[in-house]
């Protein structure tokens, strides 16, 4: 999948489309360092390490009754691989420092910009947990081989940052033409910051293309 195509814009509609009433949780393995993923994910117990000075709930607590999503989920390092896999397999887990495990009913949706077969064709990503998590593939194409797209993700990118900025601004149908014509080499993500600073420097609350 190419860099900033919106995939974590896809598996939050996957999940509002689940009809699952749990929080959509995100977890960007690249985002932490191997020695945290065990804290982030699982979470711990209050005396678990130094600093640890009252019990925190890591990402698949959080995610019970919702979805679970792991972006860039090639970069897990193998230790982790197996922990997750059991994790998902047997719908449990262990918090850092505790005596038994507990229970979570989350769903898992995981991106990847890498190969995941080639991966496991090397040796680093495990074989089984790529079977497990290969249920239903979504490929992401270009935002620019995807023109219909264009539309609705402007006007969802608007309205999150009138609702960030409480700036009311719309869009008139040439600007739209505009938006729809230009080629994004930034894919989804330039968009979204495309609409975010139209919001920040727009001079009336009706933006043209002239």
Same mark, same amino acid.
């Given at each position: 999948?190419?860099?900033?195509?919106?995939?974590?814009?896809?598996?939050?509609?996957?999940?509002?489309?689940?009809?699952?009433?749990?929080?959509?949780?995100?977890?960007?393995?690249?985002?932490?360092?191997?020695?945290?993923?065990?804290?982030?994910?699982?979470?711990?117990?209050?005396?678990?390490?130094?600093?640890?000075?009252?019990?925190?709930?890591?990402?698949?607590?959080?995610?019970?009754?919702?979805?679970?999503?792991?972006?860039?989920?090639?970069?897990?390092?193998?230790?982790?691989?197996?922990?997750?896999?059991? %994790?998902?397999?047997?719908?449990?887990? !262990?918090? /850092?420092? =505790? @005596?038994?495990?507990? *229970?979570? $009913?989350?769903?898992?949706? %995981?991106?990847?910009?890498?190969?995941? !077969?080639? /991966?496991? =064709? @090397?040796?680093?990503? *495990?074989? $089984?947990?790529?079977?497990?998590?290969?249920?239903?593939?979504?490929?992401?194409?270009?935002? =620019?081989?995807?023109?219909?797209?264009?539309?609705?993700?402007?006007?969802?990118?608007?309205?999150?940052?009138?609702?960030?900025?409480?700036?009311?601004?719309?869009?008139?149908?040439?600007?739209?033409?505009?938006?729809?014509?230009?080629?994004?080499?930034?894919?989804?993500?330039?968009?979204?910051?495309?609409?975010?600073?139209?919001?920040?420097?727009?001079?009336?609350?009706?933006?043209?293309?002239?």
């Amino acid at each position: 999948v190419p860099t900033g195509v919106g995939k974590e814009v896809v598996a939050q509609a996957l999940h509002r489309a689940s009809g699952r009433t749990g929080k959509f949780v995100a977890f960007n393995v690249c985002a932490f360092p191997e020695t945290m993923f065990d804290v982030e994910l699982f979470g711990h117990t209050r005396g678990a390490f130094t600093g640890a000075h009252s019990d925190s709930s890591g990402l698949l607590a959080q995610a019970d009754g919702g979805t679970a999503f792991f972006d860039e989920i090639s970069a897990l390092p193998i230790n982790s691989q197996v922990k997750v896999l059991r %994790a998902i397999e047997l719908r449990e887990y !262990r918090p /850092l420092g =505790a @005596r038994a495990h507990r *229970r979570s $009913d989350f769903r898992v949706v %995981a991106a990847s910009n890498g190969d995941l !077969r080639s /991966l496991v =064709a @090397r040796g680093q990503f *495990r074989a $089984d947990l790529l079977q497990r998590l290969a249920g239903m593939l979504i490929t992401i194409p270009r935002l =620019a081989d995807r023109p219909a797209d264009i539309r609705p993700l402007a006007d969802l990118f608007l309205q999150e940052a009138i609702a960030t900025l409480g700036r009311p601004v719309a869009l008139r149908e040439d600007a739209i033409s505009l938006l729809e014509e230009h080629p994004w080499p930034g894919n989804v993500r330039e968009l979204r910051m495309t609409m975010h600073r139209l919001v920040v420097l727009a001079d009336s609350p009706c933006v043209g293309r002239g």
